[in-house]
């Protein structure tokens, strides 16, 4: 059986931030915002989804914090090869 953990992120007050969310798996700790996963952390390597990595501001903000990074420091991951973009939805 899958074991999985569903979170919303939370703001500085420790509030739930709606449609953020943190998914834990046996596959790895997923961010998701709205329906769409944005990023897949495994193994010590980070997956972005090529389509929805950047979709808006929204989701480029809690991107940002689930990697603890700027969008800059995220592209120049992404040019490095560092970063992967797959498709992950």
Known sequence: MLKVKVENMESSRGNAIP???IIHAETGVYFQSYNAIIVLEKAGKVFLDRQYWDYSVTTGKYRNIFLGETKKETEKKIKAG???LVDLN
Request: proline content about 0%.
């Open 19 to 21: 449609n953020q969310f």
């Open 82 to 84: 560092i970063y992967k």
